[in-house]
Protein backbone atom coordinates (compact mmCIF):
# COMPACT_ATOMS: atom_id res chain seq x y z
CA UNK A 1 0.00 0.00 0.00
CA UNK A 2 1.43 3.31 -1.21
CA UNK A 3 2.03 6.10 1.33
CA UNK A 4 -0.44 8.50 -0.19
CA UNK A 5 -3.16 5.81 0.53
CA UNK A 6 -2.30 5.31 4.28
CA UNK A 7 -2.36 8.69 4.53
CA UNK A 8 -6.19 8.92 2.77
CA UNK A 9 -7.20 6.36 4.68
CA UNK A 10 -5.75 7.96 8.12
CA UNK A 11 -7.72 11.07 6.96
CA UNK A 12 -10.90 9.34 6.34
CA UNK A 13 -10.77 7.52 10.04
CA UNK A 14 -10.53 11.11 11.55
CA UNK A 15 -13.28 12.22 10.08
CA UNK A 16 -15.84 9.37 11.36
CA UNK A 17 -19.06 10.42 12.19
CA UNK A 18 -19.12 10.78 16.28
CA UNK A 19 -22.39 8.03 16.08
CA UNK A 20 -20.95 5.76 13.46
CA UNK A 21 -17.93 5.36 16.14
CA UNK A 22 -20.59 4.98 18.99
CA UNK A 23 -22.12 1.48 17.00
CA UNK A 24 -21.08 -2.08 17.50
CA UNK A 25 -18.42 -3.27 15.10
CA UNK A 26 -19.96 -6.24 13.15
CA UNK A 27 -18.99 -9.66 13.90
CA UNK A 28 -18.47 -10.32 9.90
CA UNK A 29 -16.12 -7.26 10.43
CA UNK A 30 -14.39 -8.25 13.49
CA UNK A 31 -13.29 -11.58 13.09
CA UNK A 32 -11.32 -10.93 9.60
CA UNK A 33 -9.52 -7.93 11.45
CA UNK A 34 -8.94 -10.05 14.11
CA UNK A 35 -7.43 -12.71 11.80
CA UNK A 36 -5.06 -9.96 10.58
CA UNK A 37 -3.47 -8.90 13.48
CA UNK A 38 -2.95 -12.24 14.92
CA UNK A 39 -1.16 -13.32 11.66
CA UNK A 40 0.43 -9.90 11.82
CA UNK A 41 2.05 -10.76 15.33
CA UNK A 42 2.50 -14.11 13.70
CA UNK A 43 5.02 -12.56 11.44
CA UNK A 44 6.40 -9.75 13.90
CA UNK A 45 7.25 -12.54 16.28
CA UNK A 46 8.40 -14.69 13.57
CA UNK A 47 11.07 -12.01 12.28
CA UNK A 48 12.36 -11.56 15.78
CA UNK A 49 13.24 -15.47 16.18
CA UNK A 50 14.68 -15.25 12.74
CA UNK A 51 16.63 -11.84 13.57
CA UNK A 52 17.60 -13.62 16.88
CA UNK A 53 19.26 -16.91 14.86
CA UNK A 54 20.53 -14.69 12.94
CA UNK A 55 22.94 -12.57 15.80
CA UNK A 56 23.53 -16.34 17.62
CA UNK A 57 24.62 -17.65 14.25
CA UNK A 58 27.12 -14.76 13.37
CA UNK A 59 28.71 -14.40 17.29
CA UNK A 60 29.43 -18.18 16.86
CA UNK A 61 31.08 -17.29 13.64
CA UNK A 62 32.89 -14.96 14.84
CA UNK A 63 33.78 -17.13 18.23
CA UNK A 64 34.93 -19.91 15.69
CA UNK A 65 37.71 -17.98 13.58
CA UNK A 66 38.63 -16.35 17.64
CA UNK A 67 36.94 -13.04 17.48
CA UNK A 68 35.34 -11.92 20.36
CA UNK A 69 32.87 -8.75 20.57
CA UNK A 70 31.82 -8.22 23.95
CA UNK A 71 28.72 -6.08 24.66
CA UNK A 72 30.22 -3.79 27.56
CA UNK A 73 29.85 0.24 27.32
CA UNK A 74 30.39 0.71 23.59
CA UNK A 75 27.31 -1.29 23.03
CA UNK A 76 25.25 0.76 25.49
CA UNK A 77 25.97 4.25 23.57
CA UNK A 78 25.82 2.61 20.36
CA UNK A 79 22.44 1.52 20.82
CA UNK A 80 21.71 4.82 22.66
CA UNK A 81 22.75 6.93 19.76
CA UNK A 82 21.01 4.37 17.37
CA UNK A 83 17.54 4.66 19.73
CA UNK A 84 18.18 8.50 19.44
CA UNK A 85 18.62 8.50 15.46
CA UNK A 86 15.62 6.06 15.34
CA UNK A 87 13.36 8.72 17.41
CA UNK A 88 14.43 11.56 15.66
CA UNK A 89 13.77 10.10 11.89
CA UNK A 90 10.71 9.06 13.20
CA UNK A 91 9.74 12.76 14.57
CA UNK A 92 10.03 13.74 11.17
CA UNK A 93 7.20 11.65 9.41
CA UNK A 94 5.28 11.60 12.38
CA UNK A 95 2.43 13.42 13.06
CA UNK A 96 2.67 16.47 16.21
CA UNK A 97 0.44 14.34 18.02
CA UNK A 98 1.97 10.78 17.76
CA UNK A 99 5.82 12.68 18.01
CA UNK A 100 4.18 14.06 21.56
CA UNK A 101 3.27 10.35 22.45
CA UNK A 102 7.36 8.86 21.23
CA UNK A 103 8.50 11.78 23.45
CA UNK A 104 6.82 10.62 26.57
CA UNK A 105 7.99 7.06 26.15
CA UNK A 106 10.68 5.87 27.89
CA UNK A 107 12.33 3.09 26.44
CA UNK A 108 14.34 0.26 28.83
CA UNK A 109 17.82 -0.54 27.22
CA UNK A 110 19.07 -2.29 30.52
CA UNK A 111 18.34 -6.33 30.93
CA UNK A 112 16.30 -6.66 33.68
Do not use: C, H, W
Not at 29 to 55: C, G, H, W
Amino acid sequence: MSEQNTDTQVEEIKELDEEVGKQPVPFNFFMPMVKALENRIDYNFNTIIQLSLLVEYLYEQLESKGIEVELNEKFNSFQETRLKEMKEEFLKKASEQEADEINKEDIDLEDN
